[in-house]
């Protein structure tokens, strides 16, 4: 099988900075948990000192996760380093990871310090950190743009402070697979007592080579991976969990590299993060888009039908992929619909499992049958954080090739029932959305509006994915019917509550700090 190399998963951070992509507290424990039923060794809970509501996710999921180390971000600030250590004092396992920038570029322009400086502020973080955990890994943002002989000096600092990880982040995915080879070989090599610390690599996909920078910097020395499901994160995104964790099992016998993460809960991951957040994958992304297994060329499914391997190099299975659904239908009982809940890899008490089954029910009487998309539909609705803002009870329409559209909606802000109103539009949906957007008092606009059948038929659930800005902060949503206008108020109402949470994240933040992480 050969060296183990550690996942580090920042989908709770770096990935949650992915425009749209906020999680809210209880979603994150969500996504936590299944991260730690994926295998990965260390999670990345968040940025503790970036809000009140940032610092209360971390602490919860430090305090109720069990398996992967818990870590907080921090930048090298006194305040930084104790919010992290607040958040997390007291988990079983956890540690701080601290940053700050080396390039020039970032010294100078962003934080108008010169290099003695940044290095002294490194030890400085790092030993208080040190004080209350003995993991704590340190990060050089921007590092394949800093000077290497100034790495080499940061670096060495560090590991004198009681660093005992070093991260050679890939900010902003500029390098190439040869250049990191090189520098993480530099490193290693120079580096004062190196042989001490574990080499860790942060990169993303600003030029679309995030996964082989990372598999590369494995083939030189580095033993831990950073990345994301399904590759969110800032720009571009980062290196994709999926991609690196299948390639090292696809590729065991040119890499002899394992990893500790369970494969078969990658798709579900994946599956679970696209409902958390709104986001749709793309049908042509590796490993878990919807075309991964798909074949469309006689040549291809001929080869297929005879030997899967002539065109897969992996067997859907071995991502947790069933292609066998277990159908249910109004006659289904709730030991079935348990038993189908479980088979999916979710968790549910008594409790949600009596709402989705009320829930089921009144799905199955719309529906012919129900599919393994639908469930996971009810699951996530009955998941929904009961914190939100905005709440959809009621949506009406008229609509006809001689009448104008027109919508009533009635709505609860706060838990309290708001008056129900009306508003024309250019079709059935515009006008639900503009009676939205008049009862909340919002004047947010509509980037992307994406509508997909997740199971066929006419009596399909229709989803509906969107994407709203207002003054520069963006959100997405996702709603989901078997009437695509409800399908559409529901995923703009989504949308609204994960754009009402960034707007008190973004109010909680000292706008002149850096916030970017690495």
Known sequence: MGQIIRIFDTTLRDGEQSPGCSMNAKEKLIMARQLAKLGVDTIEAGFPASSPGDFDSVQQIGHSVEGPMIVSLCRTSDADIQAGVKALKGSKNWGIHTF??????????????????????????????????????????????SDPAFLVEIFSAAIKAGATIL?????????????????????????????????????????GLAAANSLAAVEVGAQQIECTVNGIGERAGNA??????????????????????????IFPSSRLLTKLTGTMIPPNKAIVGANAFAHESGIHQAGVIKDTLTYEIMKPESIGLSLNQLV???????????KRIQTLGYDVSKEELQKIFENFKQL?????????????????QERSSDEEKYELLSVNVTAGTETIPTATVVMNIDKVRMPAQACLGDGPVDAALNTIREIVNIPCVLTSFVIKSITGGTDAQGVVSVTIEWEGIKASG????????????????????????????????DETDDLSGI
Do not use: W
Not at 112 to 140: C, G, L, P, W, Y
Not at 167 to 186: A, C, M, R, S, W
Not at 187 to 201: G, H, M, P, R, W
């Open 328 to 338: 249910l239908g109004k006659h289904s009982g709730r030991a079935a619909l348990s």
């Open 167 to 207: 991260n050679v982040p890939d900010t902003v995915g500029y390098i190439t697979p040869h250049e990191f080879t090189k520098l993480i070989q530099l490193l290693q090599n120079e580096v004062v007592d190196a042989d001490k610390v574990l080499f860790s690599v942060h990169c993303h996909n600003d030029l």
């Open 240 to 265: 994709s969990l999926e991609e690196i964790v299948m390639a090292f099992k696809v590729r065991n016998a040119y890499f002899n590299k394992t990893t500790n993460v369970d494969t078969t809960q």
């Open 478 to 509: 996702r709603g989901s019917h078997t009437d695509i206008v409800i399908a559409s108020a529901a995923a703009f109402v989504n949308a609204l509550n994960r754009l009402d949470l960034l707007k008190k994240s973004h109010h909680q933040m």
């Open 100 to 145: 700050i920038a080396t390039s020039d570029l970032h010294l100078k322009k962003k934080l108008n310090i010169d290099r003695k400086t940044a290095v002294k502020k490194a030890i400085r973080a790092i030993q208080q950190a040190k004080k209350h955990t003995e993991n704590v890994e340190f990060s050089a943002e921007d590092a394949t743009r």
């Open 364 to 380: 199955a009487d719309k529906k012919k049958v129900v599919y393994d998309e639908d469930l996971e539909i009810l699951i996530m």
